[in-house]
T-cell receptor, first 109, second 111 residues
Framework: GQQVQQSPASLVLQEGENAELQCNFSSTATQLQWFYQRPGGSLVSLLYNPSGTKHTGRLTSTTVTKERRSSLHISSSQITDSGTYFCAPSNTGYQNFYFGKGTSLTVIP | EAAVTQSPRSKVAVTGGKVTLSCHQT?????MYWYRQDTGHGLRLIHYSYVADSTEKGDIPDGYKASRPSQENFSLILELASLSQTAVYFC??????????FGPGTRLTVL
């Protein structure tokens, strides 16, 4: 399986600040996805990034496969970015995405 | 229009009763999954399927059965619901080696 560690566990930012979320995992992953979840809400796929750097809007993800880590950078945070961010890698040959416990982000005015 | 739908969206069940959670996808994806999420935690895979009429065990299959009668439909069955199965259940679909798309979730409370 996979052990997934996300840091920090929680983060409070003022609106406009940038956020850097980290994800480390124990085994080689051929797939990796970042998700966003509002409290009590469904999961929204943010980025599918098994390797390299991917951008979408204010989000940038960098995955270094050999080092078994990925990061998610959120620029110019907004109050609506508040919620929990999950990193989920998947091993070769499997379709099981292993989820970390998430990073809870709170953006305040 | 939502591509992965779940029903019911919430359910209260009694201990020892049978519960069936349903999932329907219009993505034309081969893979479908059932996860559970406990408060304050990430998701854990219960069962998945990559073709109709076949299901595979995930990481926590005990106490759950799954059924994939067609490409579009995937059900999760709790034959004898227990208190420990109170959780939010998510269904997802994907192509092999591509990103997963999730349904809105079903909140199950077992009393």
């Amino acid at each position: 399986g996979q052990q997934v560690q996300q840091s920090p566990a929680s983060l409070v930012l003022q609106e406009g600040e940038n956020a850097e979320l980290q994800c480390n995992f124990s085994s080689t992953a051929t797939q990796l996805q970042w998700f966003y979840q509002r409290p009590g809400g469904s999961l929204v796929s943010l980025l599918y990034n098994p390797s390299g750097t991917k951008h979408t809007g204010r989000l940038t993800s960098t995955t270094v496969t050999k080092e078994r880590r990925s990061s998610l950078h959120i620029s110019s945070s907004q109050i609506t970015d508040s919620g929990t961010y999950f990193c989920a890698p998947s091993n070769t040959g499997y379709q099981n995405f292993y989820f970390g416990k998430g990073t809870s982000l709170t953006v305040i005015p | 229009e939502a591509a992965v739908t779940q029903s019911p969206r919430s359910k209260v069940a009694v201990t020892g009763g049978k519960v069936t959670l349903s999932c329907h996808q219009t993505n034309n994806h081969d893979y479908m999954y059932w996860y559970r999420q406990d408060t304050g935690h990430g998701l854990r895979l219960i069962h998945y399927s990559y073709v109709a009429d076949s299901t595979e065990k995930g990481d926590i299959p005990d106490g759950y059965k799954a059924s994939r009668p067609s490409q579009e439909n995937f059900s999760l069955i709790l034959e004898l619901a227990s208190l420990s199965q109170t959780a939010v259940y998510f269904c997802a679909s994907s192509e092999q080696n591509y990103e997963q798309y999730f349904g809105p979730g079903t909140r199950l409370t077992v009393l």
